[in-house]
C-alpha cells in the first residue's frame, strides 16, 4: 500500500477540549453570499466533537499521509473523522486494514474495468483518487477488514 501510516487518535470522551488562547465566542454560521452583521450570530462555542461525532465511543481521529485520495479532495495532513460502527458502503470513503497496513480508499462492489458488480463473491475493490495509483481487488486471500467510515475531513486552508 502506499499510504504509509494514519495516525490514529481517540475522540475524547470527557467533554470539549477548549483550545488555550481562543476567544470565547464562536460564529454560528457565516454567510457566503452578501455580509451580515455578525453579532446576531454570535454563540458561546461550537464543540466539534458535538458537531462532527455520532458515535463517540466508535469515533477516532486520522491524520492523512500520502496523496492517493487527492483527486477527492483529500491532502496529506488533513484530519479524518472515522467512524468504526457505520457499515460501508458503495462509495464510502474507509480507513481500511489491507495484508497488514491501513490504507485511505473509495470502497466500490463494482469492478472498475467495467463498472459492473462481479457475480463472485469477490466483488470488493478499494479505489485510488489519483490516477498514479492502482485500485486494490479485494478478495478472500486478503487480510482486510473496513476499519471504519470517513464521516468529515478537516483541512487547513491557510
Known amino acids: 500500500m502506499e499510504d504509509p501510516a494514519l495516525l490514529l487518535t481517540p475522540v475524547p470522551q470527557d467533554g470539549p477540549v477548549a483550545p ?48 492517493s485520495m487527492v483527486d477527492a479532495g483529500v491532502d496529506e495532513g488533513d484530519i479524518l473523522v472515522i467512524d468504526k460502527s457505520l457499515d460501508p458502503s458503495e462509495g464510502d470513503m474507509a480507513v481500511c486494514f489491507v495484508d497488514g497496513e491501513f490504507t485511505l480508499k473509495t470502497i466500490s462492489f463494482k469492478d ?16 485510488p483518487a489519483n490516477r498514479s495509483y492502482p485500485p486494490i481487488h479485494i478478495t478472500d486471500s486478503n487480510d482486510f477488514t473496513v476499519w471504519g467510515i470517513v464521516t468529515y475531513i478537516i483541512k487547513k486552508v491557510k
Not at 112 to 127: E, F, I, M, V
Request: hydrophobic letters at 40%; charged letters at 15%.
Open 20 to 67: 488555550e488562547g481562543l476567544p470565547g465566542m464562536a460564529l454560528e454560521a457565516v454567510h457566503a453570499g452578501f455580509p451580515s452583521p455578525a453579532q446576531d450570530y454570535m454563540n458561546p462555542c461550537i464543540d466539534l466533537n458535538a458537531e462532527l461525532v455520532r458515535h463517540p465511543v466508535a469515533t477516532y481521529y486520522g491524520r492523512v499521509v500520502g496523496d
Open 112 to 127: 472498475p474495468s467495467t463498472g459492473k458488480a462481479p457475480l463472485a463473491r469477490n466483488g470488493l475493490w478499494l479505489l
